[in-house]
Nanobody, 122 residues
Framework: QVQLVESGGGSVQAGGSLRLSCEARRATDRSTYCMGWFRQTPGKEREGVATIDSFGTTNYADFVTGRFTISKDNAKDTLYLQMNSLKPEDTAMYYC???????????????WGQGTQVAVSS
């Protein structure tokens, strides 16, 4: 079964940038047909940030459009999220997810990573 390992989180001031990475270990083309980034803060539901499918089609939540970019390096089985113009409200635990067929901004993906924390100070 595919295993997802996130990295790249940290603390940054508002207006700064971070790049998150997610390595998909033991991945198959089917298992990572769709990959996405989600985030969650304490007491709130997990929300979709961005998704990308095997054709490179991307989808973004309105609150990150123009600031975040999702991409994938198939040769490295690695998913990225470039986050620019960060705001304090972007502070959250960010999770990588993969699914063989589901590809919407909803937390119904089959496989999840452990998460990486992002903190944005004002």
């Amino acid at each position: 079964q595919v295993q997802l390992v996130e990295s790249g989180g940290g603390s940054v001031q508002a207006g700064g940038s971070l790049r998150l990475s997610c390595e998909a270990r033991r991945a198959t083309d089917r298992s990572t047909y769709c990959m996405g980034w989600f985030r969650q803060t304490p007491g709130k539901e997990r929300e979709g940030v961005a998704t990308i499918d095997s054709f490179g089609t991307t989808n973004y939540a309105d609150f990150v459009t123009g600031r975040f970019t999702i991409s994938k390096d198939n040769a490295k089985d690695t998913l990225y999220l470039q986050m620019n113009s960060l705001k304090p409200e972007d502070t959250a635990m960010y999770y990588c997810a993969a699914d063989p067929s589901f590809c919407r901004l909803a937390p119904d993906f089959a496989t999840w990573g452990q998460g990486t924390q992002v903190a944005v100070s004002s």
